[in-house]
């Protein structure tokens, strides 16, 4: 048996590490061709090819499911064709062993999955996302930019803050900040509008090119107090982990970061679907090489005549991108009926798995 595991899984994980990396100099070119276009004074070829690589780990994360199950498809499908699988069959490897010795590797593939995507690929995100800030002018967080929410008790009550932050640059900083202060009742109090600023060590935020509005004398008959202040100190308790998520790209968040994230915004009674939904699509991620595995193994015993290595790798790359499809339309569909986001992450892998059980049964029971 020791022979057969050997045999199997050299084949496939060559295979597989054949596939993946043809992908990947595949995207590595398309991402590098893309960033041409922005080539000029501060943004170079070199940085185009730096910031290409550091988006591969990103991709190798997303293109797991379907290097394994293209490559295993070449694998198994090459024994087929060459008797080899047969041989195996005859000697004894009946079909719940092999699914067994698959499941194996599988889980194995599952693993690196998660350590590529839980590890590597945010760590590359965010040195992808300060290369691009460094020399492209910040990176934009949309029309509306990200908005952040805090509570706090001061002596003079209870008090909430409404954060928005328009942009953000390299080191940290964050650009066309507005800070909107209310009371218990929901009375806005005082607006702060900053050009720039950045969190300190102890969560407060120091602000550049401050424009202070205070209406907190306005409904006793007072004045409305406007003032410019060329600095200015803002006491917040939003953590700096928090403020990073919200103004960073999803895919440069952990799988823990983002549980942190949709606590705080839940706790400040945000919005939380998407984030949610995000969340168990990282966490049962890695499965999906499993799903892709017990996929392929019925490709093993389809006969020469039912086509040949081609046919069934062409078979192998229409199935993945079904799954991808799949993956993401339920994704959509999940946040705009607002389904239970493990339901919506976990129901792929589920069909795709229910799919691979049922062509497996079917072909050695009848075939």
Same mark, same amino acid.
């Given at each position: 048996?020791?022979?057969?595991?050997?045999?199997?899984?050299?084949?496939?994980?060559?295979?597989? =590490?054949?596939?993946?990396?043809?992908?990947?100099?595949?995207?590595?070119?398309?991402?590098?061709?893309?960033?041409? =276009?922005?080539?000029?004074?501060?943004?170079?070829?070199?940085? @185009?090819?730096?910031?290409?690589?550091?988006?591969? *780990?990103?991709? #190798?994360?997303? #293109?797991?499911?379907? @290097?394994?199950?293209?490559? +295993?498809?070449?694998? %198994?499908?090459?024994?087929?064709?060459?008797?080899?699988?047969?041989?195996?069959?005859?000697?004894?490897?009946?079909?719940?062993?092999?699914?067994?010795?698959? !499941?194996?590797?599988?889980?194995?593939?599952?693993?690196? !999955?998660?350590?590529?995507?839980?590890?590597? =690929? *945010?760590?590359?995100?965010?040195? $992808?996302?300060?290369?691009?800030?460094?020399?492209?002018?910040?990176?934009?967080?949309?029309?509306?930019?990200?908005?952040?929410?805090?509570?706090?008790? +001061?002596?003079?009550?209870?008090?909430?803050?409404?954060?928005?932050?328009?942009?953000?640059? $390299?080191?940290?900083?964050?650009?066309?900040?507005?800070?909107?202060?209310?009371?218990?009742?929901?009375? %806005?109090?005082?607006?702060?509008?900053?050009?720039?600023?950045?969190?300190?060590?102890?969560?407060?935020?120091?602000?550049?090119?401050?424009?202070?509005?205070?209406?907190?004398?306005?409904?006793?008959?007072? %004045?409305?107090?406007?003032?410019?202040?060329? @600095?200015?100190?803002?006491?917040?308790?939003? *953590?700096?982990?928090?403020?990073?998520?919200?103004?960073?790209?999803?895919?440069?968040?952990?799988?823990?970061?983002?549980?942190?994230?949709?606590?705080?915004?839940?706790?400040?009674?945000? =919005?939380?679907?998407?984030?949610?939904?995000?969340?168990?699509?990282?966490? #049962?991620? *890695?499965?999906?090489?499993?799903?892709?595995?017990? %996929?392929?193994?019925?490709?093993?015993?389809?006969?020469?005549?039912?086509?040949?290595?081609?046919?069934?790798?062409?078979?192998?790359?229409?199935?993945?991108?079904?799954?991808?499809? #799949?993956?993401?339309?339920?994704?959509?569909?999940?946040?705009?009926?607002?389904? !239970?986001?493990?339901?919506?992450?976990? +129901?792929?892998? $589920?069909?795709?798995?229910?799919?691979?059980?049922? @062509?497996?049964?079917?072909?050695?029971?009848?075939?």
């Amino acid at each position: 048996m020791k022979t057969v595991r050997r045999l199997l899984y050299a084949d496939i994980v060559s295979s597989v =590490a054949f596939v993946a990396v043809a992908f990947l100099s595949l995207f590595f070119f398309i991402d590098f061709v893309d960033e041409l =276009a922005d080539i000029g004074k501060t943004w170079t070829a070199l940085h @185009a090819a730096v910031y290409s690589l550091l988006e591969l *780990p990103g991709h #190798l994360y997303e #293109l797991s499911p379907i @290097a394994v199950l293209i490559g +295993t498809i070449y694998a %198994l499908s090459r024994l087929a064709q060459s008797s080899e699988f047969t041989v195996l069959r005859t000697g004894g490897l009946g079909p719940g062993r092999a699914l067994f010795l698959l !499941t194996g590797l599988g889980m194995a593939f599952g693993v690196l !999955t998660f350590v590529v995507g839980d590890y590597l =690929a *945010p760590l590359s995100e965010r040195g $992808a996302a300060q290369l691009q800030a460094r020399y492209k002018g910040g990176f934009s967080l949309g029309i509306t930019g990200a908005w952040l929410k805090d509570h706090r008790v +001061t002596p003079e009550g209870e008090r909430s803050y409404s954060v928005n932050v328009g942009s953000a640059a $390299a080191g940290g900083v964050l650009l066309n900040i507005r800070i909107f202060e209310s009371d218990g009742n929901g009375r %806005l109090l005082r607006r702060i509008s900053a050009a720039r600023g950045h969190v300190n060590s102890n969560d407060s935020w120091s602000l550049q090119e401050v424009n202070l509005t205070d209406w907190r004398d306005a409904a006793s008959g007072g %004045l409305v107090i406007s003032q410019q202040m060329p @600095a200015y100190e803002w006491a917040s308790s939003l *953590p700096a982990n928090v403020v990073a998520a919200a103004v960073l790209p999803e895919g440069s968040m952990s799988t823990l970061e983002l549980f942190r994230y949709i606590t705080h915004l839940s706790d400040n009674e945000q =919005a939380a679907q998407r984030h949610e939904i995000q969340f168990w699509k990282r966490a #049962l991620y *890695p499965l999906a090489c499993l799903v892709m595995v017990a %996929l392929a193994l019925p490709f093993a015993y389809l006969h020469a005549r039912a086509g040949g290595v081609s046919l069934k790798v062409f078979g192998g790359i229409m199935l993945g991108i079904s799954f991808v499809l #799949l993956n993401n339309v339920a994704a959509h569909l999940g946040l705009l009926q607002n389904w !239970t986001p493990w339901i919506v992450a976990a +129901t792929p892998s $589920a069909i795709y798995l229910m799919l691979s059980l049922a @062509a497996f049964s079917w072909l050695v029971r009848y075939r």
